[in-house]
């Protein structure tokens, strides 16, 4: 599983950021990774300078092999914050989507 992040011009995506992430990011997908071939973290900083509540966005798009991406955003008053809600929410999704699949591939009686 491969774990892209990008950041607009208002965070500096300096290399522990990208290590912090990066770690909160596949400690969260460990038990679906083989189901996952890429994640692409997208960080923004909504108000930028100005500051504000919730202004920081992580938005998580999965790719699962052979399915269709599955992306969730998450706001928060700081990255890691937003990191973590995102990743919980992304764990969820998949969770469910996967599930759906299995029960409607299930031969019916």
């Not at 202004?55 to 991406?69: H, V």
Request: charged share 25%; hydrophobic share 40%; aromatic share 0%.
């Amino acid at each position: 599983m491969k774990i892209q992040i990008n950041t607009d011009h208002n965070i500096a995506g300096h290399e522990a950021l990208v290590a912090e992430v990066t770690g909160v990011v596949a400690d969260a997908l460990e038990r679906l990774q083989d189901r996952i071939t890429r994640v692409e973290v997208h960080l923004d900083d909504e108000n930028g300078p100005k500051g504000g509540k919730n202004d920081k966005r992580c938005m998580l798009e999965a790719r699962l092999a052979g399915r269709q991406p599955i992306a969730v955003t998450h706001h928060a008053d700081t990255i890691m914050q937003a990191v973590q809600g995102a990743a919980t929410n992304l764990v969820r999704v998949i969770e469910t989507k996967l599930a759906q699949a299995e029960h409607s591939d299930a031969p019916r009686p």
